[in-house]
């Protein structure tokens, strides 16, 4: 997923440059949150997976926001 959120950013950077330093912001939350989300995971810890999953959530809504969902 953190690959394709890189991918997407660029993407949608290239089209719209006014947007590139939140999209930068929130690549670098997503790249965070993926790190975060794979080690609790690999831990075992139930809560906080779920805890980081939901930040993850809201940081995607963010990109889908900005990028309008309409990024080829």
Known sequence: MRDLVITLAEK????TPAV????RGLVDRVKSSAS???E???AG?????QAEFAKLEEVLK???AITKGEVE
């Open 62 to 64: 963010q990109l889908r």
């Open 12 to 15: 949608a950077a290239g089209e």
């Open 20 to 23: 590139g330093p939140d999209l």
């Open 45 to 49: 810890n139930l809560s906080g997976t």
């Open 40 to 42: 609790l995971g690999d």
């Open 36 to 38: 975060e989300f794979d």
